[in-house]
């Protein structure tokens, strides 16, 4: 017997069915658009309501720049609005916002080869012509700092953080128990690297898994045998220029330090960033430690008692027969504020007056409550604020009577010889390149 | 007992009652299109992409520009690059001699039923809680030469000073084995799921015939873990072929470059040379091999027939 159909009951169902099929396809479409909006607008940057998009790298740093936000902000009539990128990915983030309706307006960088791509392809606004109309800009920096954020002689960047010179790091306690005296002269480093061997002592803590801390002991080599003007041939001539014999004497003397135990046996092994060197050193296993101004701060935080009266610095000694002047100094000079070139008219006067905000005497007093040492011309008479005021002069003068501050070569030279310059120090530090393998390798980035 | 493979030998009758409720037929593709719209937007445009930026010059800033074939001579003359494929191809082929068995036998061990082995499977699944980037700095503090583990344990295997990281063998061998660590619980889950599928009746059968613990284990529990196998070892090959957080953080593909393996070798170009166009090619290169190697064993091991491991019960 056929039951006849319900007609109520296969119109329902159609419509369930229909109405199931639309809201699949409503959905769908939802996530589609979601998906391919959330590409456009999902990023910070290219913000429509006319505030002055910010961009900053984040770390222990940040808030002298959140501070610094705050007081613009009450004075001007376009607001800045600040985007902190956690640091990881901040070079990533810059590099692909930049050309995009997403880029900022005025963002952190390191100088030198972080923007040099952005400068080739008019990205940026260069700032000479507002230092012409406001000199008093351009006298607020220690010269050697501004320049070397400089491109070609022209400056798009205004130094916003704290100096980060390089610097010869010694443990005070081994050196009293050793009798030693910070060494002066290349021969007295070559003596106190077999009295420390033979007190059973590294000489030198070197974290030889990060090839940037190897790259430290290359400039400031380069710089004593050959001066400034070694690495200035090689950014501006190019690759070729690597075969200075300054290059090779400073690969050579690498070699024979390692030779030496300078570094102890295993450093290939030790890191930085996992503090394994600093903890060496700070523990007395290893007498020195060339490393960047942060060691102070790193050491701080991880071993307070040492950083306050173990820890002493000075200056990389002269070579023998070296022509290079020896208070020079080689690391990060600061980092920089630059303008994006797309930013025009209002905005871009408020962009100028923003970045000069980071000349003014309250932004180095909130950079030295910060514990860092400004790089600003006047910031003598503040450095007395600063927790260990010896250190914080050190530096300063260091810096202020360096006749050339050679910026990193890994920051200073465009982005893709990064890695294979990492890569040839490595190998001559370990042993895998010869002073004139080395020289080859990098004639050939 | 559990049917999972279908057989197809069931009769019709049964195969329209299983249909769910009366008039709902198969789904229609509709229902696949939001997923099938996420793969095409999320996984196969950026593939298309890179594919196409492997043929241009490009630094992540304007547009790229068209160099043809140029990123491929570069590939096929670059001694860095013939370095990465054949280390990744060893550390693939190691990856999986090392892992499989010990996962498999924990897997099979895991299975049984008993309490210790629970909170002992409990407490050996633990790594793959962590983050890899953590469990990476870890093993990194570990592996110092003058504070970690290693600056004992280093002598006993023949790297004094507990040079682990500075040797390349000693660095190739600390990924091969924390990797490993990380990994062999994924696996063993697996396996630990293959063997508790396999019905009891067939170990009862094979004990009335007089067969042993390991007589059991080669003759049913591998055989019937077949599929389990292939399964493990697709995603284990893949893994291998593109591990790089662990690079990253223990070796930074170093000393010099000798654990520079594919993926680290694209990083390397692409984010911190900003060479895109070259690093696409080694993608390129990456994605090519990987989908060789995962189709290979696929096809190789009868996988994709699907044939039923219980034919006859």
Known sequence: ?445 | MADAATSGRRPAREARQSVGRAGVGRPGVVWALPGALFFVFFAVAPMVLVGALAFTDWDGIGTPSWTGMSNWSRLWDDPETHQAIWLSLILTVLTWVFQTPLALLLGVWAAGRQRNRAVLSAIFFLPLLGSSVALALVWKSLLDPNFGLIADIGPALGFADGDLLGSSKGAFGAILFVTAWQFIPLHTLIYQGGARAIPRSLYDAAAIDGAGTVRQFFSITLPQLRNTIVTSSVIMVVGALTFFDTVLILTKGGPGTDTTIVPYLMYKNGFQAFDLGYASAVATILVVVATTVSLLLVRLTGFAAMRSTREGM
């Not at chain 1, 050339?404 to 040839?424: G, I, M």
């Open chain 1, 1 to 445: 017997m056929r039951i006849p159909r319900s007609r109520s009951r296969s119109r329902s169902r159609s419509r369930s069915k229909s109405t199931l099929r639309a809201s699949t396809l409503t959905a769908a479409a939802l996530l589609v658009g979601t998906a391919l909006t959330g590409c456009g607008s999902g990023g910070p940057g290219g913000s429509d309501d006319g505030s002055l998009d910010v961009w900053v790298y984040q770390d222990a740093s940040t808030k002298v720049q959140r501070e610094v936000v705050k007081r613009f902000n009450k004075t001007s009539d376009i607001k800045v609005k600040l985007t902190q990128v956690p640091g990881e990915g901040y070079s990533d983030k810059m590099r692909t916002s930049m050309g995009t309706p997403n880029a900022p307006d005025v963002f952190f960088n390191w100088g030198g080869g972080s923007i040099s791509d952005f400068v080739k392809k008019d990205m940026l606004l260069d700032l000479d012509p507002s230092m012409a109309k406001d000199p008093e800009l351009k006298k607020a920096f220690i010269p050697t700092i501004l320049d070397a954020g400089a491109i070609d002689g022209k400056h798009y960047g205004i130094p916003m953080r704290g100096m980060q010179p390089v610097i010869l790091f010694y443990n005070k306690d081994v050196f009293e128990k050793a009798g030693a005296q910070p060494p002066k002269s290349w021969d007295d480093l070559l003596t106190l690297i077999d009295t420390f061997k033979d007190k059973g002592v590294t000489p030198f803590a070197l974290a030889g898994t990060d090839a940037w801390t190897e790259l430290m002991w290359v400039e400031y080599l380069v710089d004593r045998y050959g001066g400034a003007g070694v690495f200035q041939k090689i950014q501006s001539q190019g690759m070729a220029a690597w075969d200075d014999p300054a290059v090779l004497k400073a690969a050579q003397t690498v070699r024979d330090l390692v030779g030496r135990g300078a570094f102890g046996k295993n450093y290939k092994s030790v890191n930085y960033t996992a503090d394994g060197a600093s903890t060496l050193f700070a523990k007395g296993k290893a007498a020195m430690h060339l490393m960047g101004s942060w060691e102070y701060a790193n050491q701080k935080a991880n071993q307070p008692a040492f950083a306050k009266s173990g820890l002493g610095w000075t200056t990389f000694p002269a070579v023998p027969g070296g022509s290079g002047d020896p208070k020079s100094v080689v690391g990060n000079p600061t980092n920089y504020w630059s303008v994006n070139a797309k930013v025009k008219g209002d905005k871009q006067k408020t962009a100028i007056e923003f970045v000069k905000f980071a000349a003014k005497q309250d932004y180095s007093k909130d950079l030295i409550a910060n514990g860092d040492v400004p790089t600003t011309s006047d910031a003598t008479s503040l450095l007395a604020e600063h927790e260990n005021p010896d250190y914080a002069r050190f530096q300063y003068d260091l810096v202020k009577q360096a006749p050339d501050f050679t910026l990193s070569w890994d920051q200073a030279l465009p982005a893709k010889y990064t890695p294979p310059l990492h890569t040839a120090v490595q190998k001559l530090f370990n042993g895998q390149l010869s002073p004139t393998g080395f020289i080859d390798a990098l004639k050939g980035m």
